[in-house]
């Protein structure tokens, strides 16, 4: 046994568990699902919209099995990790029915004319959605210490505030932060890809 | 052994990766820690890959705790 053993666990679990999120694979997921949700609503084909994230969370699977594991490895963190991610994602999870919720909502004052009060010059409901998604990234950004999320939402508030000023449509607001998604982890994906080869 | 003593278990590539340790050097350490009967090892295949599976056993993490209590005793008696 070395001296490493003194070394801080909780940094060595922590540096572990950041190691796993390298390769860029949820950057490309969140990116592609952005964009496709925005392509559909641009297009008015927003029906196919709720299946962008079914479809592409095998697909995500599929590819961290297929390019990721046999590079950086496999490993099952304990049960107190797994605890602790499990209250993140359930958090995740009730933030996307509270938006779910407000849209509704939104949608049903918008249909009392309540919400023409805040529209006069400004379309803000063209932009809320982006806006809305802005906040799960930053969620995201800290829950899992991966701060190239504070970048996306940054770029879905910057895309939202031209939206909701020349009232385009709101699927336009999306499109940027998902293309920006898909570079950069295209970008993390490629750099894993040469930090990790496959070992013969 | 600290990165087996963070997780439930990790693969041989997992540890080569976050020790920075030669495939050789790996084999070599998880050899003896299996005699001694620190480390259960657990081979399957992942599709036609080879998998090789670590993990501590009950005996493995108590002999590790011993050990980092031994030392941080012996640095702590250390003059300043």
């Given at each position: 046994?070395?001296?490493?053993?003194?070394?801080?666990?909780?940094?060595?679990?922590?540096?572990?568990?950041?190691?796993?999120?390298?390769?860029?694979?949820?950057?490309?997921?969140?990116?592609?699902?952005?964009?496709?949700?925005?392509?559909?609503?641009?297009?008015?084909?927003?029906?196919?919209?709720?299946?962008?994230?079914?479809l592409?969370?095998?697909?995500?699977?599929?590819?961290?099995?297929k390019?990721?594991e046999?590079?950086?490895?496999?490993?099952?963190?304990?049960?107190?990790?797994?605890a602790?991610?499990?209250?993140?994602?359930?958090?995740?999870?009730?933030?996307?029915?509270?938006?779910?919720l407000?849209?509704?909502?939104?949608?049903?004052?918008?249909?009392?004319?309540?919400?023409?009060?805040?529209?006069?010059?400004?379309?803000?409901?063209?932009?809320?959605?982006?806006?809305?998604?802005?906040?799960?990234?930053?969620?995201?950004?800290?829950?899992?210490?991966?701060?190239?999320?504070?970048?996306?939402?940054?770029?879905?508030?910057?895309?939202?505030?031209?939206?909701?000023?020349?009232?385009?449509?709101?699927g336009?607001?999306?499109?940027?932060?998902?293309?920006?998604?898909?570079?950069?982890?295209?970008?993390?994906?490629?750099?894993?890809v040469?930090?990790?080869?496959?070992?013969? | 052994?600290?990165?087996?003593?963070?997780?439930?278990?990790?693969?041989?590539?997992?540890?080569?990766?976050?020790?920075?340790?030669?495939?050789?050097?790996?084999?070599?350490?998880?050899?003896?820690?299996?005699d001694?009967?620190?480390?259960?090892?657990?081979?399957?295949?992942?599709g036609?890959?080879?998998?090789?599976?670590?993990?501590?056993?009950?005996?493995?993490?108590?002999?590790f705790?011993?050990?980092?209590?031994?030392?941080?005793?012996?640095?702590?008696?250390?003059?300043?």
């Open positions: 046994m070395t001296a490493t053993g003194l070394s801080n666990l909780e940094q060595i679990e922590r540096r572990a568990y950041e190691s796993m999120w390298e390769d860029g694979l949820i950057d490309v997921m969140a990116g592609l699902a952005l964009f496709l949700i925005g392509f559909l609503w641009v297009t008015q084909d927003s029906m196919y919209s709720p299946f962008v994230a079914p592409l969370v095998p697909v995500w699977i599929a590819a961290r099995r390019i990721s046999p590079r950086i490895g496999v490993v099952n963190f304990s049960a107190e990790r797994v602790k991610e499990s209250k993140k994602l359930l958090g995740l999870f009730l933030f996307g029915v509270l938006t779910l407000i849209g509704i909502a939104w949608f049903f004052l918008g249909r009392h004319g309540v919400t023409n009060l805040l529209t006069q010059d400004v379309n803000i409901v063209a932009g809320l959605p982006a806006g809305l998604l802005a906040i799960p990234a930053i969620i995201v950004g800290f829950a899992y210490g991966l701060r190239r999320f504070f970048g996306y939402a940054a770029a879905l508030l910057v895309a939202a505030v031209p939206v909701a000023i020349l009232d385009l449509h709101p336009w607001a999306l499109i940027p932060g998902g293309v920006l998604g898909i570079v950069v982890g295209s970008g993390l994906l490629l750099r894993f040469r930090k990790y080869p496959l070992s013969e | 052994m600290s990165f087996l003593f963070v997780v439930e278990s990790a693969d041989f590539v997992f540890l080569k990766n976050q020790t920075k340790l030669t495939a050789g050097n790996i084999s070599s350490h998880m050899t003896k820690l299996e001694a009967g620190y480390v259960k090892v657990k081979k399957s295949f992942v036609k890959r080879p998998q090789t599976m670590f993990s501590l056993t009950a005996k493995g993490r108590k002999a705790g011993n050990y980092r209590e031994s030392l941080h005793s012996a640095l702590s008696m250390l003059p300043d």
